[in-house]
Nanobody
Framework: QVQLVESGGGLVQAGDSLRLSCAAS????????MGWFRQAPGKERQFVAA????????TCADSVKDRFSISRDNAKNTLYLQMNSLKPEDTAVYYC???????????????????????WGQGTQVTVSS
């Protein structure tokens, strides 16, 4: 079955960087859009970033687009989220998710709604202290 396992979270100080990884198995990883979401305590799950099957197209939420970047290594079945200049408001559990089948599509799709993603990892905690 599809498994997505996130890693790389932790406790850091404001201004630090982290790189999250998501190891995928049980799917043809290179055929799907992949995404990152986050959820802070008491808040709804929030879109962070998405990447096309090839890695050629990406999109990030406005709140992170100047600081975060999404990438993938299809040979390693792994999704990444590079987070720079972290802020306390970035504190959340971060989830990777499998999006729509998009193999061969030039640009996307790159959905930001969680309903478009049907497999989720267990999440990794990121805590940013001020």
């Amino acid at each position: 079955q599809v498994q997505l396992v996130e890693s790389g979270g932790g406790l850091v100080q404001a201004g630090d960087s982290l790189r999250l990884s998501c190891a995928a198995s049980g799917l043809t990883f290179s055929r799907y859009t992949m995404g990152w979401f986050r959820q802070a305590p008491g808040k709804e799950r929030q879109f962070v970033a998405a990447i096309s099957w090839s890695g050629g197209s990406t999109t990030c939420a406005d709140s992170v687009k100047d600081r975060f970047s999404i990438s993938r290594d299809n040979a390693k079945n792994t999704l990444y989220l590079q987070m720079n200049s972290l802020k306390p408001e970035d504190t959340a559990v971060y989830y990777c998710a499998r999006g729509p089948y998009s193999y061969g599509m030039i640009r996307g799709p790159l959905p930001s709604n969680s309903e478009a993603y049907n497999y989720w990892g267990q999440g990794t905690q990121v805590t940013v202290s001020s």
